[in-house]
């Protein structure tokens, strides 16, 4: 079992960056893959990023590569998704989720979910 708290979402202006955390309870965290996603108003939930147990393998969505990079400390058990040159488009409630296997891009390929946090991109 894992349980899964995102924080550091906010309201910022476009260009801005922004860093978000998932912290996880458990002592079998290192052996998850984990993933970001995020949901925007009226739409359906989309991958984001994924990166594997070691933090060697990592896959971003095209609509965010070279602008978030994920990353995870096993020691701190904590998954963060660093954001930068934020657009519009990128408004969402974000969320992080723990897979068992890296290769999974779907949100019902993943086990456990965290509650999400809302990131807001003003123009």
């Known amino acids: 079992q894992v349980q899964l708290v995102e924080s550091g979402g906010g309201l910022v202006q476009v260009g801005s960056s922004l860093r978000l955390s998932c912290a996880a309870s458990g002592r079998t965290f290192s052996s998850y893959s984990m993933g970001w996603f995020r949901q925007a108003p009226g739409k359906e939930r989309e991958f984001v990023a994924r990166?594997?147990?070691?933090?060697?393998?990592?896959n971003y969505a095209d609509s965010v590569k070279g602008r978030f990079t994920i990353s995870r400390d096993n020691a701190k058990n904590t998954v963060y998704l660093q954001m930068s040159s934020l657009k519009p488009e990128d408004t969402a409630v974000y969320y992080c989720?723990?897979?068992?296997?890296?290769?999974?891009?779907?949100?019902?390929?993943?086990?456990?979910w965290g509650q999400g946090t809302q990131v807001t991109v003003s123009s």
């Open positions: 989720a723990a897979s068992t296997d890296y290769y999974r891009d779907q949100p019902s390929q993943y086990d456990y």
């Open positions: 990166i594997n147990w070691g933090g060697s393998r990592r």
